[in-house]
């Protein structure tokens, strides 16, 4: 079992794109307001006073759109100020990350991954929910700010949907032969929209790697990053490949991470609500702040026997109502 020491944090619970995979067609979602999102004060509390005294160093803003949280920039530099940070890292759709790339890199955020599940515009759109002017040029102008500007390693994340994108697989492996990219090919989960789940089920990391094999070989490959990736490389290649298979190869009993929601919300394990903390009610009813570390030391104790648990049924059976954005990624 890894110590635990990685926080996904989740900014906002909003997003700009309404992916096929995330939110069902039709779906009418209830966002939070702002007073009930964690402010930018509370959320520097406890990763100063909590998280970082229990060991955590590496940390991940997501969203929804982690873009879209106000004065996004500011947050940034002041959580890469606090002593203890280790990494700081964000997960982004890049729409809105070209006028930001600069600014965000400067204020210390270390890493991006970008969702990029398509290169053909169309599927793309298709893909994102979107039926206007084309959201793939400003998303691609996101990813070549992100280069420009010098975030290394850049990762580039694809769910890979059956009939979908699936055939897009060695095009998009290909990106990493003159970048310093890294794509990273994701299963199919049955998170947000079972019904596409069940329509289309998923493909194995293992069927992905031997097309690319076929194509051009494979050796095994390092990149730094907390995630659950095998990464590979086609030879000669100066970026990497990687598999994240949480359907046909569970990692759950490897989890080094939890997941703090846009509303405050503390839970160990992706798909498990059954032990999970509401710091934000701890923080705003005047819970002292070693009385909140104590809270959340216990479920770090707890968080192995939970993995153990969900390594068996977490992953591969049954659905997940709730989308990405309102998990917190």
């Known amino acids: 079992m890894n110590s635990v020491d990685y926080l996904r944090i989740s900014l906002i619970d909003r997003c700009n794109f309404r992916c096929q995979y995330c939110v069902p067609e039709g779906a009418k979602l209830e966002y939070l307001t702002s007073p009930e999102q964690l402010q930018n004060h509370e959320l520097l509390t406890l990763l100063a006073h909590v998280f970082i005294p229990l060991g955590f160093g590496k940390f991940r803003l997501t969203g929804g759109e982690p873009l879209l949280r ?3 920039v500011d947050l940034v530099r002041a959580i890469a100020q606090l002593p203890g940070v280790e ?6 759709n890049a729409y809105l990350l070209a006028d930001l790339a600069q600014d965000l890199h400067d204020a210390g955020l270390n890493r991006l991954n970008i969702s990029l599940d398509s290169l053909n515009p169309d599927t793309f759109d298709r893909i994102i929910g979107n039926q206007g002017k084309s959201r793939w040029p400003k998303t691609w102008a ?11 390693p850049l990762k580039l994340n694809v769910v890979v949907i059956p009939g979908v994108n699936d055939q897009e697989v060695l095009d998009l492996a290909a990106l990493t032969g003159d970048r310093h990219w890294h794509v990273r090919f994701i299963e199919f989960m049955p998170i947000g929209n079972g019904d596409l789940f069940q329509e289309r089920a998923w493909i194995p990391s293992a069927e992905l790697r031997q097309r690319i094999r076929e194509k051009w070989g494979l050796e095994t490959a390092q990149v730094q990053g907390n995630g659950p990736a095998d990464v590979f490389k086609i030879p000669g290649a100066k970026g990497t490949l990687g598999f994240i298979s949480q ?4 990692f759950c009993d490897r989890c080094n991470r939890m997941r ?25 009813t005047g819970t002292d702040v070693g009385e909140i570390r104590a809270i959340v030391g216990q479920l770090l104790q707890a968080k192995p026997e939970i993995n153990f648990k969900m390594r068996d049924v977490g992953s591969t059976t049954g659905q997940y109502g709730r989308t990405m954005s309102q998990i917190g990624g």
């Open 142 to 152: 996101g990813i070549q700010a992100a280069h420009r500007v010098g975030f290394e």
């Open 260 to 284: 703090l929601s846009a509303d405050g919300w503390l839970r160990p394990c992706l798909l498990n609500e059954a032990s999970q903390i509401d710091l934000r009610t701890l923080l705003r």
């Open 70 to 72: 106000p004065n996004l």
């Open 247 to 250: 359907m046909s190869e569970c």
């Open 87 to 92: 990494d700081l890292s964000m997960t982004t």
